[in-house]
Each structure stands twice: as C-alpha cells, then as structure tokens.
C-alpha cells in the first residue's frame, strides 16, 4: 500500500547602495514580478544506495540514486513528493520546502525518511518568494584572486600550479552540490610581518595589505610560521561572504588532501556554512585528524549547513550580493534558524551564534516592529472603507467609499494618528515606511537594499494580497502614477537622503524620454515634492499630529497641470539641452519654488537684504 504523509521532525537530532536605488528608479513604476527558489536536501545514512523519484510540485520530475553517505541538495520551487522502496513497499511523502530530510533504517532494517528538526515554524515550509530574478545560468562563478607571502620557498610557476589546483579541486565540490564554482583570475605575493605569531593579527594584516580586486574573494596562503604542538588555526576568515581567506601553507606533516580540506572548509564559511557536530563533515570544527586521507573518505559538508550553503547559492546566482544582510528577509529568517540549531548542538562553538546574529531578521527592529502596528491599522481602516456603499443612501448622514485623492488623505491621516501612538526614537521612520507599503510606493524598490528587507519584514506574501485588494485605488491630483513617483521618492530620502532621492528621479525620467512615455516633468515634481515631505517629517519640521489632523493633497504637491510632459528625449534636448543645462535647472528650481511654498510647509524665512 502507498504511503503518502507529511514528515513529522526528529526532535532529538544533533547537529547560515545607492547606486541600486538610483536603477531602480531607472525602472517604470509596476509592482515587481516575483520569483520563486527554494532546497530540500536528502542524505544516505543507510549504508546502501538509495533509489528514489523526486517530484517537485512545479517543475521537472527526477530519478536519484543517492550514494553512500551523500548530501544532495535538490532545488525546486516549494514542496516536493518523493517515493522510494522499502522492505518490498512502495513509500511516498510530501516534503516541506527548505528542510533537510534523512534516510535512515529502523529496528526491522526497513528504510525511512526523516526529517531533520531545525527550528522552522511552518511559515516557509510552502516555500520563499525571492526578489530578482531566477538565473538562466546554472552555476555561479565567484572570482578568486590567490596570493602567497615572501616567506613562500617555491617558485612562481611551482606555487601558482599547486594553489590553482587546490582551487579547482574545492571549487568541484561546490559546483556538484551547490552550482557554484570559484574561479582563479589572479594571482598575486604580499609581504608578511615576521614578528607576528597570532594568526587573526596576520589575518588583519592580510586585509590591510591586500585589496581582493579584480576578484571577488582573496585568498592568501601564508609560509611564515613553523607549526607547533596542540590546536592551532591552520586557515581562518571571518564569516559568510567575508572577502579574504587565509590558510598556513608551512607544515611538511599536512598533505594536500588535508589541505584540500581546510580550504573546502573555509570556503564553506564564505558561503555560509558554521561548524557542525558531524564527525565526517568537512564542517568540523578541528580538522587535521586523517580523515581526509582514508580511502572512500567523501569531503562534504553535513546535511544541514548544505541545507544553508544551498539557500544562499540559490540566492547568489540571482543577483549580486555583497553580504548576508541583503539576503532576502525570508532567507535570513531560515538561516537563523538553522544557524541556532547548529548553536545548540555545539554549545561552546562561537561560530553559528556569530553567524545567527550576522543574519537576524530585521522584523524584530524597532522600526519595522513599529511600521507593522501602523499598517496594520491603516489596512484595517482601508477595509472598513471598501465596506461602505459606493453612492449616497437616501439617510443623511450616510457614509460612502472614499476614493482616490480623498483615500489617499484618510489613510495617510490614520496612519500618522497610529504613528503617533509608537515610541518617539521610531514613530516618523514608521510613519514613512507604513504608508509607502500600503500605498504601494514601496514595490519598486522591494527588490533592491536597504529597503528590500525592510519592506519584505512589514508582510509576508499573502498579506500582501489582501492589503493590495482591500486599499483600493489611491491616488494624488486623480492620477496613481503621481502617488507612486511622490511615495518611491519618500522611502528613497529617508534611507539614503533627499540628494540621491532627486538624483534617481532624474534619472528615471531621462530613461523615459528614451520610451514611448517620454520625459515628464510632472513625475519629476511628484517625486521631489514626496522627497521633501519625507524629509520635513523626520527632521518634525511636520508633526505627525498635524498630519492626522490635516493632511491634503493639495498642501503637499503643488499644481502641476502647466508642466510638460511626454517629452521624447530629441525635443527635451532641444528644450533644455542636458540636465545640467541652465534651461532645465531653471526648471528643477522653480518646482522647488513651488513645493516649498505649499500651505503644509512652515513659511520660509527671508534673509535680510
């Protein structure tokens, strides 16, 4: 008979800017499609191969043999049936997106699988929208740039054959398992001090004296010390996606198996892999015990760092990434909960604690904490306003459905009331962030740091569907486009400043004027005009308890009905010549002119002649 259930967990188991934002704005405002990545990884703890057909729920079924003692990750887009024999009967299990599963026998020698317990909550176990877009390119290069200091006794060419290698052989495990490779594109020396002995001192100087460009990642091989007795760090760096690595390359009683090992390990640090508990993973915490060199000795990580290594690598060949805080705020929340499971299992290992708390999830900062009760309360007053009839009854004093600007200037006035109730170091920062998500200002940028993350922490997908359905159609001067320009340019200047705010504006509008929707000089003013009153807010030139009580369109965005619009870039250049063309700063300034002088503003004071 088939079995075909859900896994329940092992409990007692043992065991990772401005210049985006300025193209984002490059982009025409639309809400972002996402895309959809997720891992399920298997491992043989059986003592035998094991046959299975793995059938993602979307996506191509596959046939495995899953050898002796192997950690496969397998990549899909949410959950995944698999079915497999055992004792002479056909099993079959649903398994959760982003977990880790073992096969392993019973008391009556029958084979079953597992699930590995690593704190997940049920929440990603349907799987993670991501941002960006999934890669056509199944694997991901990571650019290496190898050095050895001047103690090194080989020539050049001995030394760079060896270490390049070295570099090819780590790279094919990480090509087979997690579709990414390391590439070597330079090579390089550096003189080390002789006086020092402490091996993070020599790793800082390793920073200090050497810039990993034109690679991504420096990896340095140092000659200088003679080894001595007991536990000593043979390799070191600092965390996941750290730039620099650096290994001792001195010790004639250390084979290249061995040494093999010790980079496949730091290289599993640099992509996000702690220490595990396992005896026979390359993720132990102390190597140099032999292990390596015995004959069928398979140098791999354990089941629950590939679990970690593949969701970040998943992430890696989407967009580029420079640390692990612009990982996806779903990733992050999954890899502290493995790193602390890691934590637990090696109570005095700093490792995974120190990795739990490079990716904490920023739904716990105070901001973001903050901005959840103020959407929360704004969605709710826009769902008891979709409630309301859409025309008068015939009683007086009958409410009706408030649409458009009039929509805009409720939800904003709630908004600032809800604000207003948080503590003070937060509320205007979630003010900002609360109505530019609900407003829908936030969806362009939703992919790009630092407002990604902190966009991404406000809901999760199916709240975000039903905020889009309930708020309905807000808008400014009756256009939603204005909304959209006047709400990016507001989350813009409050992360990175209003100066870069009005840069990405004018840059999004010189690319329009290449399409058919040309350059709009409208667009422009929205988003300066949603610059400024960011800025006003934070710096409570504005007070939110104004704002609840009085918030207009018409206050904060001046008339625009006289600026040009639709301008393809061959008249704009007749016009106005470049953007830093007197013509077209004219322009910019008397817009300025006119946002500053709106009734919602203080006046401003005029210096004496």
Excluded at 489 to 495: D, F, K, R
Excluded at 497 to 518: F, H, N, R, V, W
């Amino acid at each position: 008979m088939n079995q075909r259930r859900r896994i329940t967990t092992a409990h007692g188991f043992s065991h990772r800017w401005v210049l985006s934002c300025l193209l984002a704005l490059l982009i025409p405002i639309r809400s972002p499609v996402p895309s959809r990545g997720d891992v399920i990884v298997l491992a043989n703890r059986t003592g035998h191969e094991v046959p299975l057909k793995f059938t993602p729920l979307t996506g191509q079924v596959q046939h495995v043999r899953l050898a002796i003692g192997e950690n496969l990750p397998l990549y899909l887009d949410g959950k995944a049936e698999i079915a497999f024999s055992s004792a002479g009967r056909a099993r079959q299990y649903v398994l959760d997106a982003n977990c880790a599963y073992y096969f392993g026998r019973g008391s009556g020698g029958a084979i079953d699988l597992q699930k590995i317990g690593l704190g997940e909550d049920g929440t990603l176990a349907e799987g993670r929208t991501l941002p960006g877009t999934a890669s056509r390119t199944p694997v991901k290069t990571i650019s290496v740039k190898v050095l050895v200091d001047d103690e090194e006794p080989g020539r050049r060419l001995v030394w760079e054959r060896r270490l390049r290698h070295r570099v090819e052989a780590a790279s094919a495990v990480f090509g087979k398992y997690f579709r990414t490779r390391f590439e070597v594109v330079a090579t390089d020396t550096w003189n080390s001090n002789n006086a020092t002995t402490d091996f993070f001192e020599t790793l800082a100087e390793f920073e200090r004296e050497v810039k990993p460009a034109p690679a991504q990642l420096a990896i340095g091989f140092t000659s200088q010390w003679t080894m001595f007795r007991g536990r000593t760090h043979m390799a070191g760096t600092r965390g996941p996606m750290h730039p620099y690595i650096l290994a001792r390359e001195a010790n004639p009683q250390v084979g290249e198996v061995e040494r093999l090992e010790y980079l496949i390990h730091e290289l599993g640090h640099f992509m996000g892999a702690a220490h595990s508990p396992e005896a026979d993973s390359v993720m132990r915490p102390i190597l140099g015990d032999k292990l390596a060199g015995r004959q069928n000795f398979r140098i791999q990580l354990d089941p629950v760092n590939s679990l970690a290594v593949a969701i970040i690598s998943d992430e890696m060949r989407r967009r580029e990434l420079s640390s692990v805080s612009e990982l996806d705020v779903n990733t992050r929340k999954r890899l502290g909960q493995i790193y602390l499971e890691l934590a637990r299992a090696l109570p005095d290992d700093p490792a995974a604690p120190r990795y739990a708390q490079l990716v904490r999830s920023e739904a716990n900062s105070p901001v973001v904490v903050a901005a959840k009760h103020v959407l929360e309360r704004i969605v709710g007053k826009a769902m008891e306003n979709r409630a309301l009839p859409t025309a008068k009854g015939n009683e007086p004093g009958t409410l009706v459905r408030r649409q458009g600007d009039e929509l805009t200037e409720h939800l904003v006035r709630e908004a600032a009331r809800a604000a207003f109730e948080q503590p003070d170091q937060v509320q205007r920062q979630a003010f900002l962030l609360a109505i530019v998500a609900c407003l829908g200002g936030g969806e362009p940028l939703a992919n790009y740091p630092p407002t990604r993350n902190m966009l991404a922490a406000l809901e999760d997908p199916s709240e975000q569907v039903v905020r889009r359905t309930v708020v309905g159609r807000p808008t400014l001067k009756a256009r939603p486009d204005l909304l959209q320009h006047f709400l990016t340019s507001s989350l813009l200047a409050a992360t990175v400043g209003i100066e870069p705010a009005y840069t990405a504006g004018i840059a999004k509008e010189m690319a329009d004027a290449k399409t058919a929707s040309g350059f709009s000089f409208a667009d422009l003013a929205a988003g300066r005009a949603g610059a400024r009153f960011a800025l006003a807010v934070l710096n409570k030139k504005l007070r939110l308890e104004d704002i609840a009580e009085s918030f207009s369109v018409s206050s904060y965005l001046p008339d625009l009905a006289d600026l040009p619009e639709q301008l393809p870039a061959k008249e704009f250049a007749e016009r106005y010549g470049t953007t830093s063309d007197p013509r077209f700063q004219r322009e910019i300034e008397a817009i300025d002119r006119r946002i500053l002088a709106l009734p919602g503003y203080p006046p401003q004071k005029v210096a004496p002649h």
